[in-house]
């Protein structure tokens, strides 16, 4: 069977002949890098792409159809413009800070990849903190953004970075409790594990409702963090032109715009990884016939297909929703969310004491 | 003009305490034209909102002092371009009013079914541009598969998708086109199913409803005071319509209601204008089966010359009260002419609504109250 | 109210008021003396003109004249109310706090006519630029530029 985990275990054993120790670290080091740099780009290709094609869909026209086959190098094309476009800077921007913003937003991206597990035991760093990593590391962003929008000097892309950083600062909350009831159930903060623990049975099925409730909050509050609509108010068009990106353009918007996509991605991994099982394949009970026939399918494809399906889900969100008002959006948290929150997180704490989950 | 280095001192000082003062236009993705809005904020709350026109300006009015009465109605088109027909055909009844012009009744009936299908066309266009605004971007597409339908029809019509110039004093400038009926009962028959989209996809969407309801409050009095009227005026609960006031053409042949509520809020404009579009198709419907035949233009003399004195007229279109003043020394061009356009009117009123309310409910009360700028501009 | 009702009316309120019946509506013309008093009386007195649906001014080469189109949304009568101003100086007392719509349409009106609305709290140009020369609607304004002489 076709499995990730062969490349790698070769990969580092032949490394591990031919050079000493620290040299067969520094190069897979290298390798990594690379590698997380080319799923940048083709995510941030594939990612972009697919938004335009669910969103002409769901508004019921055909989206890019001109560049290749159903338009699938428009996004290559796009990018070779942004590429030859100039960068400007503002006269009055801090232009340090102005130029740093979109690579520390990129670098939380690319941090976040690390305790990430793509396929059965695939993975760059499986830490043993994996999810407090995770929920330290991606509130991270919105410093990025904050700086983005003071360096500006505009007052548009202030508003809009003060809006981020309330909204972001907030949802980080819910979307903490979230996982912390998957913890809860695991037991461990450990990615490899929590994928393990759903062995016989993916959270969202095993852990009742809580899991269920969790789910949702999550998704709620990562849409949200990630800024998107109807969480969107950090760049509302209609609003505020463009929001904190407002004076960026050429290759730095660019890494704006990959971020958000990345970002994307990178909780919907999460989502996957926590509530669907990750690489783990789709196991019912005692139908031996039928898990074995999942198991045939690459841990990988499993993995990809869960989180393109939560990514599915916000872009749904994304074309359908109006979007909320800024008073409105941090009642929904602090009001709501939260306190559904904190009762999860107590029903789902007896629910693992007493042992009540399959 | 603006002296450049005086814009940015405007502009980029703070007010006495705290005030950010922000330009909103002339170009801004909301203000859908060249709108300019000097929005003082405090925070994210509003604290003074004060338009700047004229980027649109072309005195139509002084322009049509020396155009003739036959070629001044086409003007008129290029003011509310999203209700073009309607203002030609309010030209149009000064000039038969004044000269005592018979129009045969074909071309009042083709007059009215395309005053109607022109009101739901910027309704349509109205309700995508205003669901964007809030932020949601699917709406629009909808809103613009039914419009499409619409202009379609115009352009057999008339040859013009936007500014259709269809209407000369005394009747049309041609006749119909063959196939009218057929794709007008198609238009209704695809309306009447698509119409429960809107409802599904925005009247009922619970965010929506907290984005409007509640939000931009305008009470009757108020209303009254600053000259609204169309849709705006009757989501407070005046009643304004023309056509029901002073019914022009077939309207009092016609059976429709006039759409009032009370709440006065933005989620009450948004409701008068959907219902309006339901009621503009019951009208067509009266209408559409019944056109009379026979000649589609009156007879007129080759020169006009409205006789020495004043004429007013006014029609509904589709943001209100739409009045023409003319004051004729008995030449063949006016002597002045004044165009009432109901989006002056109803844009004076922003300031008041918005005081005191958040960045993202101006854009609730300003999509709602359906600005066209070259009506403004005029 | 008929036409002779208003007459009387109005005469008892500004006694050196002219009337004209040959237009649709009845037009009163009085001086810009008595327009701001019997423009109070109007909307607050028996006749509740609440809603002023037109004001405009026309240039007639001597003189300017404001017309103020009134209405109400109760009877639904209207009537004009028409004051003669010197072209040189015009001055006329405001009317937007009786009715608010007044504030924008006397704002046109001051930049296209010149006309001066004394007490008017925020009288400044609204469509033209702030330094624009000239009342483009008085029947003497030349542009070379931009105007086409037809």
Redesign the interface.
Same mark, same amino acid.
């Given at each position: 069977m076709f499995s990730l985990e062969g490349i790698t275990t070769n990969v580092q054993d032949w490394l591990l002949m031919k050079f000493n120790p620290t040299m067969a670290l520094a190069i897979e080091c290298v390798i990594v890098i690379l590698l997380s740099i080319s799923l940048f780009a083709i995510l941030g290709l594939v990612l972009v792409l697919m938004e335009r094609k669910v *969103?002409a869909h769901?508004?019921? +026209?055909l989206g890019p159809n001109r560049v290749g086959p159903g338009g699938m190098f428009q996004t290559v094309a796009d990018t070779l413009k942004l590429i030859m476009k100039e960068g400007l800077t503002p006269d009055k921007a801090d232009k340090f800070l102005f130029n740093l913003a979109p690579f520390v937003v990129m670098m939380v991206g690319m941090l976040l990849l690390a305790p990430i597990a793509f396929a059965k035991n695939f993975q760059i760093w499986d830490i043993n903190i994996g999810v407090l990593y995770i929920s330290s590391v991606s509130s991270l962003s919105v410093i990025g953004i904050l700086m983005a929008g003071w360096a500006s000097n505009n007052?548009?892309s202030l $508003?809009g970075a003060m +809006?981020s950083g309330a909204q972001i600062v907030s949802y980080e909350l819910s979307a903490g409790f979230a996982v912390l009831t998957i913890v809860v159930l695991t037991g461990s903060l450990q990615i490899s594990e929590i994928v393990n623990a759903q062995q016989n049975g993916w959270w969202i099925f095993k852990g009742h409702i809580p899991a269920v409730i969790a789910f949702v909050l999550y998704i709620i509050a990562v849409t949200a963090e990630t800024n998107r *609509?109807?969480f969107? $108010?950090a760049e *509302?068009?209609?609003?505020?032109?463009a929001g904190f990106h407002t004076e960026y353009s050429g290759m730095r918007f660019a890494l704006f715009f990959l971020a958000e996509y990345i970002n994307i991605f990178i909780v919907c991994a999460i989502g996957a990884t926590l509530f669907f099982g990750g690489w783990m394949p789709l196991h019912i009970g005692n139908w031996e016939a039928f898990n074995h026939i999942m198991d045939y399918i690459p841990s990988s494809v499993w993995f990809m297909g869960k989180t393109f399906f939560l990514i599915f889900l916000i872009m749904w969100f994304r074309?359908?929703?109006? +979007? $909320? +008002?800024?008073?409105?959006l941090l009642n929904l948290e602090w009001k709501y969310l939260l306190p559904i929150s904190l009762f999860n997180l107590l029903l789902v704490a007896v629910i693992a004491i007493l042992g009540w989950h399959f | 003009m603006y002296n450049q280095t005086e814009i940015i001192k405007d502009t980029s000082e703070l007010g006495a305490d705290g005030e @950010?003062v %922000?330009n909103m236009g002339p170009q801004?993705? =909301?203000t859908h034209g060249v709108l300019h809005l000097v929005v003082t904020l405090n925070g994210?709350t509003i604290k003074k909102i004060e338009p700047h026109l004229g980027y649109i300006h072309r005195s139509i009015e002084k322009m049509c002092e020396s155009l003739t009465y036959r070629q001044f109605i086409y003007v008129t088109s290029r003011m509310d371009y999203l209700s073009s027909h309607i203002n030609n055909l309010g030209c149009a009844l000064l000039v038969e009013k004044g000269m005592q012009i018979e129009v045969p009744d074909r071309a009042k009936y083709v007059r009215v079914i395309l005053s109607e299908l022109t009101r739901i066309a910027s309704h349509e266009l109205w309700l995508g541009a205003m =669901?964007?605004? @809030?932020?949601?971007?699917?709406p629009?597409?909808?809103a613009f598969?039914e419009r499409e339908m619409i202009t379609d029809i115009m352009e057999d019509t008339c040859g013009a998708r936007l500014t259709m110039n269809y209407i000369v004093p005394g009747g049309l400038m041609y006749d119909l086109h063959p196939d009218f009926q057929k794709k007008v009962k198609a238009f209704i028959t695809q309306f009447k199913s698509k119409v429960t989209e809107y409802e599904d @996809?925005?009247t009922n969407?619970v965010?929506?409803q907290?984005?409007t309801k509640g939000v931009g409050i305008l009470s009757a009095e108020d209303a009254i005071s600053y000259g609204c009227t169309g849709p705006v005026a009757r989501a407070s609960g005046v009643s304004c319509d023309i056509r029901k006031i002073y019914p022009y053409e077939v309207y009092d042949k016609v059976e429709f209601d006039e759409v009032l509520e009370t709440a006065g809020d933005s989620f009450a404009r948004y409701m008068v204008r959907v219902k309006e579009m339901n009621q503009s198709i019951r009208i067509i419907e009266q209408l559409i089966d019944n056109i009379p035949e026979g000649d589609f233009v009156g007879k007129t003399k080759n020169v006009l010359k409205l006789p020495k004195g004043e004429f007013y007229t006014r029609v509904e279109t589709a943001r209100g009260e739409f009045g023409v003043y003319v004051v004729s020394e008995g030449g063949t061009t006016p002597h002045r002419i004044k165009f009432r356009s109901p989006g002056f009117s109803n844009l004076s009123v922003l300031n008041h609504i918005s005081v005191g309310s958040? %960045?993202?409910? @101006?854009?609730a009360s300003m999509g709602t109250l359906d600005l066209v700028i070259p009506d403004i501009d005029r | 109210m008929t036409n002779e009702e208003i007459k009387e009316y109005i005469t008892t309120l500004a006694p050196a008021a002219t009337f004209d019946e040959t237009g649709e509506w009845l037009n009163i013309l009085v001086t810009a003396e008595e327009l701001k008093p019997l423009m109070l009386a109007l909307r607050n007195g028996k006749m509740q003109m609440n809603y002023l649906f037109c004001l405009t001014c026309v240039d007639f080469k001597t003189h300017l004249t404001m017309v103020y189109h009134l209405s109400a949304t109760t009877h639904r009568q209207s009537i004009v109310i028409k004051a003669n101003l010197n072209r040189e100086q015009p001055v006329v007392e405001t009317i937007c706090d009786i009715w608010r719509t007044a504030e924008f349409l006397e704002r046109e009106v001051f930049e296209m006519f010149g006309v001066h609305f004394s007490n008017h709290p925020d009288l400044r140009k609204l469509i033209l630029e702030d330094d624009f020369k000239g009342y483009p609607l008085r029947k003497d304004f030349e542009d070379p530029i931009n105007m086409i002489k037809l």
């Open positions: *969103a769901i508004q019921i +026209r007052k548009y $508003l +809006r *609509a109807p969107d $108010l *509302a068009e209609s609003e505020l032109t074309w359908t929703f109006p +979007r $909320l +008002r800024v008073d409105q | @950010l %922000i801004h993705p =909301a994210e =669901a964007m605004d @809030l932020g949601a971007f699917t629009f597409f909808y598969r @996809l925005v969407n965010i929506f907290s984005r958040k %960045i993202g409910d @101006l854009m | -």
